[in-house]
């Protein structure tokens, strides 16, 4: 059973607007959520992370949101740039088990 | 930089052939993963090493195994590949409460 979802399997977005890229996970153990990137033909790279005891996070034009009630992070990418265009994968983490779960990822497109 | 290196990019291989899978990292981590990544599915976790000579299973261990007999490496092994094992197998390898860093990835192919 999948423990992480991510329900939109692409997005596209316009060059300077925002990107809004959603997760959601089942297990509240879990205490440590990140994202990464991935090019084609490229490991993922990591990209930002955020522990349960906050609710946000923020990196340059990359902004975590984590909605622990919900069950829910999201990631948001202010302004989009074409170099943004990746597949982007939300992990989640809880020590009992030593074992990230990753979700199926989304394909984001930033149209110049 | 934490670099992990996968030791071929591309490889293909017939159905029932033994195929090795080679990683290193060069930051000494205590941990590391074998993960395959399908369209649709993400990356599902075949195996991890928290130490030398140790192992564990994945969510997604049949039909592989492993070896980790020094600290830098970790190895994935198909006994006897088959075609549904095509995929991209990506490794990874993190110190105690840190982010995965991967490796680029190898593309296996089996016909």
């Known amino acids: 059973d999948q423990q992480v979802k991510q329900n939109s399997p692409s997005l596209s977005v316009q060059e300077g607007r925002i990107s809004i890229l959603n997760c959601d996970y089942t297990?509240?153990?879990?205490?440590?959520f990140l994202w990464y990137k991935k090019y084609p033909a490229e490991g993922p790279t990591f990209l930002i992370s955020?522990?349960?005891?906050?609710d946000k996070n923020e990196d340059g034009r990359f902004t975590v949101f984590l909605n622990k009630s919900a069950k829910h992070l999201s990631l948001h990418i202010v302004p989009s740039q074409p170099g943004d265009s990746a597949v982007y994968f939300c992990?989640?983490?809880?020590?009992?088990?030593?074992?990230?779960?990753f979700g199926t990822g989304t394909s984001l497109t930033v149209i110049p | 930089d934490v670099k992990v290196t996968q030791s071929s990019r591309y490889l293909v291989k017939r159905t029932g052939e033994k195929v090795f899978l080679e990683c290193v990292q060069d930051?000494?981590?205590?941990?590391m993963f074998w993960y395959r990544q399908d369209p649709g599915l993400g990356l599902r976790l075949i195996y991890f090493s928290y130490d030398v000579k140790m192992k564990e299973k994945g969510d997604i261990p049949e039909g592989y195994s492993v070896s980790r007999e020094k600290k830098e490496r970790f190895s994935l092994i198909l006994e006897s590949a088959s075609t549904n094992q095509t995929s991209m197998y990506l490794c990874a390898s993190r110190p105690t409460d840190s982010p995965l860093h991967f490796g680029n990835g190898t593309r296996l192919t089996v016909t």
């Open positions: 930051m000494d981590h205590e941990n």
């Open positions: 297990n509240s153990m879990f205490d440590y």
């Open positions: 955020i522990s349960s005891i906050k």
């Open positions: 992990a989640a983490f809880g020590n009992t088990g030593n074992q990230f779960y």
